[in-house]
């Protein structure tokens, strides 16, 4: 099995900046993509970015293209988002996430969940 824990969120202002991190640990993989995920209230869980852990491939939502970077540091099993320009819109529980396959932006093709830290943009 695989644990992720998420950290990072808080509450920021509208135009402020948090870093997500999400943490590995248990089985590990020739390869795994990470992804992040959000789900707001009342609404369905969506993408928000992934990256490749071999490769640094990245994959990112429409609505997060210029302001969310993804990164990771293998040595330490270790992916951050970084998000800035925040919006209230960006207001949700924020999830990370793990699959060996692609960067797939389907949240069922992830196998493995965080239990989520919750960002508040404030306007």
């Known amino acids: 099995q695989v644990q992720l824990v998420e950290s990072g969120g808080g509450l920021v202002q509208a135009g402020g900046s948090l870093r997500l991190s999400c943490a590995a640990s248990g089985r590990t993989f020739s390869d795994v993509v990470m992804g992040w995920f959000r789900q707001a209230p009342g609404k369905e869980r969506e993408f928000v970015a992934a990256i490749r852990r071999s490769t640094g491939g990245t994959r990112f939502a429409d609505s997060v293209k210029g302001r969310f970077t993804i990164s990771r540091d293998n040595a330490k099993r270790t992916v951050y988002l970084q998000m800035n320009s925040l919006k209230p819109e960006d207001t949700a529980v924020y999830y990370c996430?793990?699959?060996?396959?692609?960067?797939?932006?389907?949240?069922?093709?992830?196998?493995?969940w965080g239990q989520g830290t919750q960002v508040t943009v404030s306007s």
């Open positions: 996430a793990a699959n060996q396959v692609t960067l797939t932006t389907s949240p069922s093709r992830y196998p493995y």
